[in-house]
């Protein structure tokens, strides 16, 4: 009676699994970095986790009714910049143009680069409260002992008033966190240009 000895996988079997499994890996690294960018994509379309919304023009329709906005600044651990709102809460009527200015100094001896994250709370607010124009849109750079002010300019949705659940909405915050840039993109602009055009 004759036996059967284990099967040997056919040639070059063995090369095309360990190709398939790089691949899929490298999908899976591609996806992870993807995650961050596609999180925050979402996030500003729909306004999910009190992400404010952009457009280029307020509305032409102003309600009667408003909104106390109220505002709130932070710097990180590294940054050696203060940052607060010039005026800590201001009234907008629902689809009027509002700007606001926050006030940033470089307390340190250095130049130093800071780029701002936003939300807004209650996070139901995120898809109505609508940014213009903001210094948070681009990175900020603050010689040694500099101070400006930065605007915002904002409105507030008239959409809100078809929503049963945000139309009662009348005090929200508008929260800023700036962080220390340590690869500025103006340095790797700078950086850039100069190897194409060297000496």
Known sequence: MSQTGPSNPKPGSNGRMALGLVAVVAVMVGLSFAAVPLYRIFCAKTGWDG???RAAFAPKTVAPETVAVRFDANVTPGL???FEPVQPVVTVHIGES????FRAANRSSETVTGSAVFNVSPDIMGQYFTKVQCFCFTEQTLKPGEAVEMPVSFFIDPAILKDRDAKTVRDMTLSYTFHKVQN????????AQTTRNPG
């Open 184 to 191: 500025p993109q103006r340095e790797q602009a700078d950086a």
């Open 80 to 82: 050696p910049w203060s």
């Open 51 to 53: 992400t404010p919304q």
């Open 98 to 101: 509002k700007l606001a200015f």
